[in-house]
Structures are given as structure tokens and as C-alpha cells.
């Protein structure tokens, strides 16, 4: 609160910002996601097409039919539309908690809006890496919940009976939750925001630079970096200026690692379900790095 008070106007400045970025970027993007899921979900249209993807899901995400109309959704509406829906789905009864448990992990990804058109074309400014960061994020995502995926047991097999609810209000109550959870991902976007600002000045990334920067050989790709783990779309955008031949690799490893905000703004909605917060990171980081080593080969054998 000190340092806040110290700096109104900046750190004013920078409340600002993030509430642009919600406003013209998350909402357009992702409102309209939480609303049709919403609704997919209370008719039952889930159910009808995860009975055709059961065979097919457990053996890729060792989880049942359901798990793959939830990645289908997460794959489409970005963070954080996959954990969102993975708690609905749990708390409808149409999931169990040890599906939503592997579903936390690979249900959450970022949008192709997001990838090819803010990170590609417009704070990159290379289609071609927007596209290669795409396929780099997608394939790596499936091979995280494949290599996760574990043994499911026979008593996972029983058909769920979904809680009943009300037909009555069903586009009002999906509605009123998704502008709910969207003031909420408001909120943390913009504090995130500030809190970079008030780490920037109070030194923080002084470190976290100059040990990124050994490892990059890039001091500007370093403290993207270094904000990209904290707050994604920053990150990407002071790293956009390096000129290192790991740039691309390292936005590749920040959008699927999403950094602590985007982290946070699921775990608000994955904590409904009860999921392990150490499970869901450790699927972000295998993300991740994934993703960056496929991404560095490509590279290495293509220039983008």
C-alpha cells in the first residue's frame, strides 16, 4: 500500500492497462465460450459427444469420453475455458474427481486467436511463428497428457448420473456466471498488471534478468521472460524486440506455461473441483517444455 501510494499515478496507469486488456482482448474472446459451454453443458449435448470419443480418449488421456468434449472447448476458447469447464463438469457429476484430476492438466491451453493473432501477427509480427507456436503448443499438450495419463481403474467406468437442474433459467444462469467469472479474471488480470510495475521498481527482476540473460545470451529475451512468468502477454511483448535466435522458442514456453497469472485465474475455478495445485503446475511446466524443445528444433532446422 506504501509503495502504492508513493506512485499513484503509475501504478494508476497501469490499472488502466490491464483493464484494456480485459476488456478488448479477454472478454471479446472468451465470453462467448462460457456462455455456449454453459448451456451445451445443462442440455446434455456433452454427453452425447462423449459417447463418441470414449474409446478414443482413454487411450490417449486415460480419462473417459467427457474429457474429450472438455479439451475440444479448452482448445477453442483458451485460458482459462479448459478449467472452467472441467469444474462445471465435475460438479455436474458428469466427470469424476480422478478424471478432473488428469483433465486439469491438458484441458488448459491458449486460444489459436491468441497465438496466431496477438502473439503471431501483432506483438511478434511473423505469421509463420504464430503458426509454428500453434502446432508446437497442440502437440505438446497431448504428449503431457499421454505421458501423465496413468492406470485407470474399472470402477472409473461407471456411468455418471448428471445433478438435474432447472430448465427454466438456463440463459440467464449461464449469463450471470460467465459475466461473474469474467469480473473475477478481470480483477486478477489488472492486478497482475500493477504488481509488475511495483516488482519492476521495487527491483525484483534484477536477479531473475541477469540469470535469464546467462542463459539466453539476451538481456531484452531475458526480461520478457522474466515477466512472461509472472504475467504472459507482457512478457511476450518486451520480448518480442530481441533479436535472439531463442525468441521464439522462449514465447513458445511462456503461452503454454501461461505464467503466475494466467495460473491463477484456473486455479479459481479448478479449486472448485478440489484439484492439487502441484498436479496442475506440473502439467504447465511439462507443457511447456515441451513445446520449447519442439520449438527450438524447428528453428534450428527452419528459420521462421
Not at 501461461?258 to 479449486?271: A, D, E, N, R, Y
Not at 517444455?289 to 527450438?296: K, M, R
Request: aromatic share 14%; proline share 3%; with cysteine.
Amino acid at each position: 500500500m506504501i509503495v502504492f501510494a508513493l506512485s499513484s499515478d503509475t501504478y494508476a496507469a497501469a490499472t488502466l492497462d490491464g483493464i484494456k486488456l480485459w476488456a478488448f482482448n479477454i472478454v471479446p474472446s472468451v465470453f462467448p465460450y462460457f456462455v455456449f459451454t454453459a448451456l451445451l453443458t445443462s442440455l446434455d449435448s456433452a454427453a452425447r459427444i462423449a459417447s463418441r470419443c470414449s474409446a478414443l480418449t482413454r487411450r490417449l488421456f486415460g480419462c473417459d469420453g467427457m474429457s474429450g468434449y472438455a479439451f475440444f472447448i479448452a482448445a477453442v476458447s483458451g485460458y482459462p475455458g479448459g478449467s472452467k469447464i472441467t469444474a462445471e463438469l465435475y460438479a455436474k457429476n458428469l466427470v469424476s474427481y480422478s478424471d478432473a484430476y488428469r483433465m486439469s492438466g491438458f484441458c488448459s491451453m491458449s486460444s489459436p486467436l491468441f497465438i496466431l493473432g496477438t502473439a503471431g501477427a501483432m506483438l511478434l509480427k511473423n505469421r509463420a511463428a504464430g503458426f509454428a507456436i500453434f502446432a508446437a503448443h497442440f502437440l505438446s499438450v497431448l504428449f503431457t497428457a499421454f505421458l501423465l495419463r496413468g492406470k485407470r481403474d474399472k470402477a472409473e467406468n461407471a456411468v455418471f448420473v448428471p445433478k438435474k437442474t432447472g430448465a427454466d433459467n438456463l440463459l440467464y444462469e449461464a449469463v450471470y456466471d460467465s459475466v461473474i467469472s469474467l469480473l473475477v479474471l478481470g480483477g486478477l488480470v489488472t492486478l497482475y498488471f500493477v504488481l509488475i510495475r511495483m516488482l519492476e521498481q521495487c527491483g525484483f527482476f534484477l536477479l531473475p534478468v541477469r540469470l535469464f540473460t546467462l542463459l539466453f545470451g539476451d538481456e531484452t529475451l531475458a526480461r520478457g521472460f522474466a515477466y512472461g512468468l509472472v504475467e504472459c502477454t507482457t512478457g511476450i511483448g518486451y520480448a518480442a524486440s530481441s533479436l535472439s535466435p531463442l525468441k521464439i522458442p522462449a514465447v513458445g514456453f511462456l503461452i503454454s506455461f501461461g505464467g503466475i497469472s494466467v495460473m491463477t485465474q484456473s486455479l479459481v475455478f479448478l479449486k472448485k473441483a478440489k484439484i492439487k495445485t502441484a498436479r496442475f503446475f506440473l502439467s504447465k511446466f511439462l507443457h511447456a517444455v515441451f513445446t520449447f524443445l519442439i520449438l527450438l528444433f524447428l528453428t534450428t532446422v527452419t528459420p521462421l
